[in-house]
């Protein structure tokens, strides 16, 4: 993530005043990362969009609350997960009971894949196949970091199915990408 | 030969692909965004306005009320309002009220509730004593009144000789 620069620091105070200049040069600068995340948690661009619409109303309300100590990058994506995540569960609010019955196994390692290269698109491609249940828990756990807890407490579930719920995440995965790869040495 | 790769370097492998993510958004979504904010801002302005207005109304209403009660209190002087006879009389009657009210709710009560008692049936007793009382009340208030008047030029006789000397100073004369 981008140090916060002097620059930076003096926009946000600008915003803070309700500058609308300075917001719309916040949002210029950020809303490329903020739009990738919100389409990486819906997997839908139309539901992106309302995510991202909802998720910089929220940051330029309450950006006063933001410190300068924080990075400002990271404030921006825990918001827009945020959003996304109230997005998530008022839409599939069902969701996860039916995914648990889907995989069995639960491995402890991957397979190599260090010698086959995935690109950003086709990891994003497999992850967008989990069911949605696992796709949840791994993206927040995996690519934004959150703890175990704070999944449970965001998702509403039980701290144990946070955990299983990745460890079936990492299978589900594993197969997925162990068939491109095969079919990628086919061709 | 497969070499086995552990969770978090696997983790780390994905974290890291998606470091830097960034796909441009539709232009309309900034438009979409920064209409809704002018609009927020618009209804926020309006409520400010809208509760100065009201903080002023109320403001003004209760400048309005004190001069009111200001001007009020200015055209009725303190002078002291000569008090003649009826005067007297009301106040005897004020005095004997509790007494003539019992009389006159002993008299009335019967027939009225003769009268009423098919229709007031089933409500509140509260309510159907009330016309009842203000029967009584209003058949009471007239009569004393005649009464007492009529008994005045009498009392006003026994006086006759006397000068009563009252916060007014009335002179009653015959």
Known sequence: MRAMEAADIHIIERCKKGDSNAQRQVYARYSSMMFAV????????????????????KVFRHIKSFSEHNSFEGWLRRIVVNTAITHYRRNQKHQFQLDIEEVHATPNDFEAFKEIDFTKDELAKAI???????????????????KHKEIAE???IDLNTSKSQLSRARRYLQDVLHA???RAKKE | MQKKMKNEEFDHYIQSQFADEAITPPQQIEGAIFEAMAKNSRRKKLGVIGTGILVLGALAYGVNGTMNTAHVVTETPPV??????????EVLDQEERPMQKQEVHDDVLPAAAAS??????????AENARPDNLEAVASRSVQPVVS?????????HETDSEVWVMPATVRVKE
């Open chain 1, 38 to 57: 919100a389409i990486r948690y819906t997997n839908a661009r139309v539901d992106a969009e309302d995510v991202m619409q909802e998720a910089w109303i």
């Open chain 1, 128 to 146: 967008a196949q989990l069911p949605k249940g696992y796709g949840m828990v791994f993206k927040l756990y995996v690519i934004d970091g959150f």
């Open chain 1, 154 to 156: 965001q998702l509403g």
């Open chain 1, 180 to 182: 491109m790869s095969q």
């Open chain 2, 80 to 89: 002291a309002v000569p008090v003649a006879a009826p005067v007297a009389v």
């Open chain 2, 116 to 125: 009423a008692s098919i229709v007031l049936e089933d409500s509140d007793p």
């Open chain 2, 148 to 156: 007492n008047s009529q008994e005045l030029p009498a009392i006003l």
